[in-house]
């Protein structure tokens, strides 16, 4: 009976060395074999559970078959190229009201109403959908998103002093998250763009801080982080909670691993309402690489967001408190970089598994062949 030693031996001396180095090669790769092929940005452009807003238009008018047949096109066209889902109401042709519209998300939601103000029906309908699906504001961050790893969006308040320290708390999260970048799964091909709605532009801006809970009397500073198709990643920060590690740590959040410990009703977030055209998608199949409305692509983003059916994506409370994930972002920084802090202990034992167990089942197996084949001789 050979020993071990020389049964070793003979395996580096017999065996294929490709076979040899198979679980060194293995365990050489910069993720461990069941790394997610997705970060939580590219899961964002998904629409898996995207919250749709509802429009229900109110009229009383009696239409030609033509008109009929013009908005019905115009409105299937609107719910394919956005999150909208729009529905008719036709109440009695005797009473003769004015078209209108009303908004709804889910019951939590106040609803926003919308007046015709004596528009013709088709007129009313072409400025509702202009109203509800852009705005200025709307139009950058759509400009920006598709490329840019996520879209900060400062909400001025009245005081200028207290918007000023929210400004400069966010360039400093911008300034120290962008050496991070490049360390992430899946870099974006843009850093994160920081944008700034006026004090004085809110009224112009009705639907969009309708859809971020922004109450359009709040006077304090409100930031927000949105990325992918529009989604709002973490909580809205007013006034003093608007801090340098707050931002950091929700930008580490976009950009890490969807393995990671992120609780599922962020890695959704709840989307503002926006257009949402086939340009748009295609420019945003060629920046990731895939299309994340392709079929077999959702399927593996559905089980790995775990939804399921009908669950809406509107964010539960949040898992860590505000001021608790802010110590978190600071550690991060000052340790490793925030995103292999996310999947850093189940990195490790993933790695420290494979690292003990591959090796020795390699060695095993070819000691095991090596006995068969000398038994095999030795038979008459």
Same mark, same amino acid.
């Given at each position: 009976?050979?020993?071990?030693?020389?049964?070793?031996?003979?395996?580096?001396?017999?065996?294929?060395?490709?076979?040899?180095?198979?679980?060194?090669?293995?365990?050489?790769?910069?993720?461990?074999?069941?790394?997610?092929? +997705?970060?939580?940005?590219?899961?964002?452009?998904? $629409?898996?559970?995207?919250?749709? +807003?509802?429009?229900?238009?109110?009229?009383?008018?009696?239409?030609?078959?033509?008109?009929?047949?013009?908005?019905?096109?115009?409105?299937?066209?609107?719910?394919?190229?956005?999150?909208?889902?729009?529905?008719?109401?036709?109440?009695? $042709?005797?009473?003769?009201?004015?078209?209108?519209?009303?908004?709804?998300?889910?019951?939590?939601?106040?609803?926003?109403?919308?007046?015709?103000?004596?528009? $013709?029906?088709?007129?009313?309908?072409?400025?509702?959908?202009?109203?509800?699906?852009?705005?200025?504001?709307?139009?950058?961050?759509?400009?920006?998103?598709?490329?840019?790893?996520?879209?900060?969006?400062?909400?001025?308040?009245?005081?200028?002093?207290?918007?000023?320290?929210?400004?400069?708390?966010?360039?400093?999260?911008?300034?120290?998250?962008?050496?991070?970048?490049?360390?992430?799964?899946?870099?974006?091909?843009?850093?994160?763009?920081?944008?700034?709605?006026?004090?004085?532009?809110?009224?112009?801006?009705?639907?969009?801080?309708?859809?971020?809970?922004?109450?359009?009397?709040?006077?304090?500073?409100?930031?927000?982080?949105?990325?992918?198709?529009?989604?709002?990643?973490?909580?809205?920060?007013?006034?003093?909670?608007?801090?340098?590690?707050?931002? +950091? +740590?929700?930008?580490?959040?976009?950009?890490?691993?969807?393995?990671?410990?992120?609780?599922?009703?962020?890695?959704?977030?709840?989307?503002?309402?926006?257009?949402?055209?086939?340009? $748009?998608?295609?420019?945003?199949?060629?920046?990731?690489?895939?299309?994340?409305?392709?079929?077999?692509?959702?399927?593996?983003?559905?089980?790995?967001?775990?939804?399921?059916?009908?669950?809406?994506?509107?964010?539960?409370?949040?898992?860590?408190?505000?001021?608790?994930?802010?110590?978190?972002?600071?550690?991060?920084?000052?340790?490793?970089?925030?995103?292999?802090?996310?999947?850093?202990?189940?990195?490790?034992?993933?790695?420290?598994?494979?690292?003990?167990?591959?090796?020795?089942?390699?060695?095993?197996?070819?000691?095991?062949?090596?006995?068969?084949?000398?038994?095999?001789?030795?038979?008459?």
């Amino acid at each position: 009976m050979h020993s071990m030693a020389a049964i070793v031996r003979q395996i580096f001396l017999q065996t294929p060395m490709h076979l040899v180095l198979a679980p060194f090669l293995l365990l050489a790769t910069p993720f461990p074999l069941s790394a997610c092929r +997705y970060t939580v940005r590219e899961i964002g452009f998904s $629409t898996l559970a995207f919250p749709a +807003y509802h429009l229900t238009i109110h009229h009383s008018l009696e239409l030609a078959q033509q008109d009929v047949d013009q908005l019905a096109e115009l409105c299937e066209k609107t719910m394919a190229e956005s999150n909208l889902v729009i529905e008719w109401v036709q109440r009695p $042709t005797h009473r003769q009201d004015d078209p209108f519209a009303i908004l709804t998300l889910d019951s939590l939601k106040t609803p926003l109403v919308f007046r015709s103000g004596g528009r $013709t029906l088709s007129a009313f309908v072409l400025a509702l959908r202009q109203e509800v699906l852009s705005s200025s504001m709307r139009r950058q961050i759509l400009h920006e998103i598709p490329s840019a790893h996520a879209v900060v969006l400062l909400i001025a308040g009245k005081d200028p002093e207290q918007t000023q320290r929210s400004r400069l708390a966010i360039r400093q999260a911008l300034q120290q998250i962008k050496p991070v970048l490049s360390l992430m799964p899946k870099p974006s091909a843009a850093p994160p763009v920081a944008l700034e709605l006026p004090f004085s532009r809110r009224g112009q801006e009705r639907v969009l801080l309708w859809s971020l809970d922004v109450l359009d009397q709040a006077i304090e500073p409100t930031a927000i982080v949105l990325y992918g198709r529009g989604r709002r990643m973490g909580p809205a920060l007013q006034g003093d909670k608007i801090t340098t590690e707050a931002i +950091y +740590y929700l930008l580490s959040l976009v950009g890490a691993d969807c393995e990671c410990d992120l609780d599922r009703s962020w890695l959704l977030g709840p989307m503002i309402p926006l257009s949402w055209t086939e340009k $748009t998608q295609a420019l945003v199949a060629h920046t990731l690489g895939f299309d994340p409305e392709n079929p077999l692509v959702k399927m593996e983003l559905f089980q790995i967001a775990k939804i399921g059916p009908g669950e809406n994506a509107r964010p539960r409370p949040s898992v860590l408190p505000l001021d608790q994930s802010a110590g978190m972002a600071k550690q991060s920084r000052s340790a490793v970089p925030a995103i292999n802090t996310a999947i850093g202990k189940r990195f490790t034992s993933q790695v420290l598994i494979c690292f003990l167990i591959l090796p020795a089942v390699s060695i095993l197996a070819g000691a095991l062949i090596i006995l068969l084949q000398k038994k095999r001789r030795s038979l008459p």
